[in-house]
């Protein structure tokens, strides 16, 4: 049997059975660049070397690695953490000069997603001490808090596998969280109790449930790459991408399979080849070792050094064969996990509303005879302005001996190369009061090229897809806008047609000529609108049957009516 859970609250599944496979060789490249502060003492930098790892779902070949320094290290040393992380560190005396690490790997990965079968009863029994260590709780995984505990025996009351209650936890975080790049906090209650977070506090907040109740779950660090993958599904293609840069995620043990990747932003029981496994650990400030900058300073010495990551890397060979069908229960947002057979409750979720009725010519009609008087905006609003994130670090702070030291962050550049020949992509959003409107406001980012860009705006056809056509908006030159090191709005003028939308659906489209470089800035998941919200194109699509798994930022600009 497969076994998906749903709470009986839920009103749209967006459960996705996978099937199929990927395999990879991925030719890594991190070229880390520090430039030390005046008065530094001494400059000491951390890495942790990558194993190969095998699982069920994931496996992970490491082959080549070789770390090189521009400036020859006063010391090098290697040893093992408690975790089984390989640590290198190496120091400067008195650096006066740029130090560039250079990391360089093969990674041969693969993903195969297969039925799998697993028979471990829950509560889990018999466990080894090395796994019990992955019970413990800290400040960021705060397993023996008591509303953590009171949550997670709630969800799991019914459990009687080690799935079931893995997956209704895990279909709580889903649904429960909100993706944003910069979290106030990082840890498992800041997470539960505003509903938002980044890829630690996801990574946490599961943790820190499952620990609860008594299954292991260890924290991983490693990198993602951007390039994007296809999902056949019966009635068109998911392509699903992630940013390039560091991840968190989690490894759960199941006494039958072992340790097995989850993704609780968004896969279960896998994660794709896309992925680079690096550290694990008790949660995120212990996986602290790869990318940390210790230093010490002459005394009355200010400042800080001054820090560059750039990660590129290539597929030299990828070969994806996916396939997904969507079921009729699960979390109101996208989860994808291969089939699982296992016992299991099996709660099917409502019906999907029903879409807004059409509005009627009589219905434009007392539009326009309304007064629009009331400013209004709405969209997905919430990203990290003008943030070069190249150049982007955690605070620095006093450690012990004297030291000071940085961190490794997670803030990572998730955006779409939107100008691309041959493709066109469109955001819906939905309106739940009439406008007159005036702007649609995208994040954008400027690199280069000439030409114009506009947006189009759609209504939806009823199916949630861009239908008829009702307006464009006025042209932006790429010449006039304004360069900044990172994503900022750019509002596209609707100032000569000022359509009059009724409530409804609607999609925004960008257009463009000549030969921009441009990316548009996109949030993990749908924080806003609905999951088939998200669409593209090719110059051989007769329909917008492509979807994606994020939200562009928009904003939509324009008078309401108080009526």
């Not at 969800?155 to 993706?179: G, K, M, R």
């Not at 209504?459 to 009702?470: M, R, V, W």
Request: net charge neutral.
């Amino acid at each position: 049997m497969i076994i998906v859970l749903a709470s009986a609250a839920l009103c749209v599944a967006e459960n996705y059975l996978i099937n199929g496979g990927q395999e990879s060789q991925i030719n890594y490249r991190m070229v880390q660049t520090v430039d030390p502060a005046p008065g530094t003492q001494k400059l000491i930098l951390s890495f942790v070397i990558p194993e190969t790892f095998s699982s069920p779902t994931y496996n992970q070949n490491i082959s080549d690695f070789e770390i090189t320094f521009s400036l020859q290290p006063s010391t090098r040393e290697e040893s093992t953490d408690e975790r089984g992380n390989k640590i290198l560190r190496v120091s400067w005396n008195r650096p006066n000069q740029s130090v560039q690490s250079i990391i360089q790997m093969v990674a041969r990965n693969r993903t195969a997603l297969q039925a799998l079968q697993t028979n471990a009863p829950f509560p889990l029994t018999s466990l080894t001490p090395e796994q019990k260590v992955y019970l413990g709780s800290s400040k960021q995984v705060p397993a023996n808090n008591a509303e953590i505990i009171a949550i997670a025996r709630k969800l799991t009351q019914a459990s009687n596998t080690e799935f079931d209650a893995v997956q209704q936890i895990l279909t709580y975080v889903v649904d429960h969280l909100q993706y944003v790049l910069v979290p106030q906090s990082y840890d498992a209650m800041y997470s539960l109790r505003t509903g938002k977070g980044n890829c630690q506090n996801y990574s946490h907040l599961a943790a820190a449930l499952m620990r609860a109740v008594g299954i292991p779950s260890r924290i991983v660090n490693g990198i993602t790459l951007k390039e994007p993958y296809d999902v056949r599904l019966p009635n068109g293609t998911l392509t699903l991408r992630m940013a390039q840069g560091r991840h968190s995620w989690i490894e759960v043990y199941f006494p039958d399979l072992g340790w097995v990747p989850f993704d609780p932003q968004q896969t279960a029981l896998y994660v794709s080849n896309r992925f680079v496994r690096v550290e694990i650990g008790l949660d995120n400030e212990e996986t602290c070792n790869d990318g940390l900058i210790r230093w010490t300073q002459q005394q009355g010495a200010q400042g800080q050094p001054q820090f560059e990551e750039l990660i590129s890397a290539s597929l030299t060979a990828d070969r994806v064969n996916l396939s997904a069908e969507k079921q009729n229960y699960g979390p109101r947002k996208m989860l994808l996990l291969p089939p699982v057979r296992a016992s299991f409750t099996k709660v099917a979720a409502a019906p999907p509303p029903e879409p807004p009725a059409p509005q009627k010519q009589a219905a434009v009609r007392t539009l326009r005879q309304m007064a629009f008087s009331e400013p209004y905006s709405q969209g997905n609003l919430e990203f990290p302005q003008n943030i070069d994130f190249g150049s982007t670090r955690g605070p620095a702070q006093k450690v012990d001996g004297g030291q000071m030291e940085m961190r490794k962050n997670f803030m990572v550049e998730t955006s779409e190369y939107v100008t691309t020949q041959g493709h066109q992509y469109a955001q819906t959003f939905i309106l739940n009061n009439p406008i007159k409107l005036a702007k649609v406001g995208l994040a954008l980012h400027k690199f280069g090229g000439d030409g114009q860009l506009w947006v189009e705006l759609y209504k939806d056809d009823g199916k949630g897809k861009p239908g008829e056509y009702i307006a464009t908006s006025e042209y932006i030159s790429v010449a006039q806008m304004k360069f900044s090191p990172g994503y900022d709005w750019f509002d596209f003028n609707f100032n000569t047609a000022n359509p009059l939308l009724p409530q409804g659906r609607y999609w925004i489209a960008l257009g463009f000529t000549g030969s921009p470089i441009i990316n548009w800035f996109f949030s993990y998941g749908k924080p806003v609108g609905p999951e088939d919200g998200t669409r593209y194109r090719t110059m051989f699509d007769e329909t917008w049957s492509r979807s994606l798994s994020y939200e562009f930022n928009y904003r939509i600009i324009g008078m309401s009516t108080s009526e």
